[in-house]
C-alpha cells in the first residue's frame, strides 16, 4: 500500500506532511486532500490571513520521478 504525504502550501509558508498515511487507491487520495484543504482553509480564517491555499500531494514514488502525485 502506497503511502501518501499531504503538504500544506498557503502565501505565508510551507507546511511539509513528514509522517504521511497509507492509502488505498485515488478516491480515498482525494477525500483526505480536501479534508486536510478545507482544514488549512479554516485555520486560516482564525488567524484572518487571505491568500492561496493548496494542498500537493506526494508519495514515496512519484516524488523521486515526476513530482506531486495531486495537485
Not at 502550501?9 to 492509502?23: A, N, Q, S, V
Not at 485515488?26 to 484572518?48: F, K, P
Request: glycine letters at 8%; aromatic letters at 4%; hydrophobic letters at 40%.
Amino acid at each position: 500500500m502506497p503511502r501518501f504525504f499531504f503538504d500544506i502550501h498557503d502565501t505565508r509558508e510551507i507546511t511539509m506532511d513528514d509522517d504521511g498515511i497509507d492509502l488505498t487507491g485515488t478516491d480515498a487520495v482525494r477525500r483526505l486532500a480536501m479534508e486536510a484543504l478545507a482544514q488549512a482553509i479554516l485555520d486560516g480564517a482564525n488567524e484572518c490571513s487571505t491568500g492561496t491555499t493548496k494542498v500537493v500531494v506526494r508519495d514515496t514514488i512519484v516524488v523521486s520521478c515526476c513530482g506531486p502525485a495531486l495537485q
